[in-house]
């Protein structure tokens, strides 16, 4: 089983720059093609919110078009840019979560490992949220599997990482209750974030937080925060996570962009 993950990839409407200057779905086409070209071809794709940067249904509309080509399923969650009605009437029918549903959680269950995908947007606020529903429906699928390697996906990043103009955005509400229900889950193998746009590794819980690149614009690295928030065109990646005997969950970093080589080390 190969998971890909990216996150973040803020899709708004052809000729609608972001700050003027950043094509979102032309980063995101980019990435698909990425995706698709890997061998081994991921089984599924797991992208970490922030899917659009308005919220709105034409941005949904485009996101679906342009994950089409997409030769692997893709599961979404939402992120602070995201907006959560106009995701449920986009996506009506997604076979792996209940329209019905008062916030987009679900679980993936994949044989060797799972994922259970959770949904951090507090509406309105570039912050994150876990309310009594959503900590409840985490700690009542971590206590239905107490042994299968289980992965944790969320938009907002649970702690301050250093970066003093996002540490006030990270999730905030429930913070203390999710870090508490992951304490008592060491089957939990990895919590992956997005939200920072940029690839951050903290300790946390007793398991590993993994936070990762944008799919498109990356947050300058300025960690006192003595300049505006601002954005740079680092290098956008992927993450391909999988199970490894001997070590659990792995995950490796592929830069989405053409690169040179591969060249061999003797006989090229
Ligand atoms: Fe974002």
């Not at 507090?122 to 949220?129: H, I, L, T």
Request: proline share 9%; charged share 20%; net charge negative.
């Amino acid at each position: 089983m190969l998971i890909a993950q990216i996150t973040d990839p803020h899709i708004r409407l052809p000729g609608d720059r972001l700050a003027g200057r950043i094509d979102t779905p032309g980063f995101l086409d980019r990435a698909v093609a990425r995706l698709n070209a890997l061998r081994p071809r991921p089984d599924l794709l797991l992208i970490t919110g922030d899917l659009v940067d308005g919220g709105a249904p034409a941005e949904y509309a485009l996101l679906a078009e342009r994950l089409a080509p997409l030769a692997m399923p893709s599961f979404l969650a939402l992120g602070n840019h995201d907006g959560r009605e106009a995701f449920r009437q986009s996506f009506p029918d997604l076979g792996y979560w209940d329209a019905g549903q008062p916030f987009v959680q679900y679980a993936l269950e994949l044989g060797e490992c799972r994922v259970l995908v959770l949904d951090t947007l507090d509406q309105g606020k570039p912050s994150g949220a876990l309310c009594r529903v959503r900590l409840d429906w985490l700690s009542a699928e971590l206590a239905k599997d107490r042994s299968t390697p289980t992965v944790v996906a969320m938009h907002h990043p649970p702690v301050p990482v250093g970066l003093a103009r996002m540490d006030p955005f990270r999730l905030i509400d429930g913070a203390e209750r999710f870090k508490e229900l992951i304490l008592g889950a060491p089957n939990v193998e990895r919590v992956l974030a997005g939200h920072l746009h940029r690839p951050v590794t903290v300790r946390f819980a007793g398991t590993v937080l993994d936070v990762m690149s944008g799919a498109a614009h990356q947050i300058h690295l300025d960690m006192p925060g003595e300049q505006p928030l601002s954005f740079v065109f680092e290098p956008p990646a992927i993450q391909l996570h999988t199970m490894v005997a001997g070590a659990g969950l792995v995950s490796h970093r592929v830069v989405v962009d053409p690169f040179d080589g591969p060249y061999p080390f003797r006989g090229g």
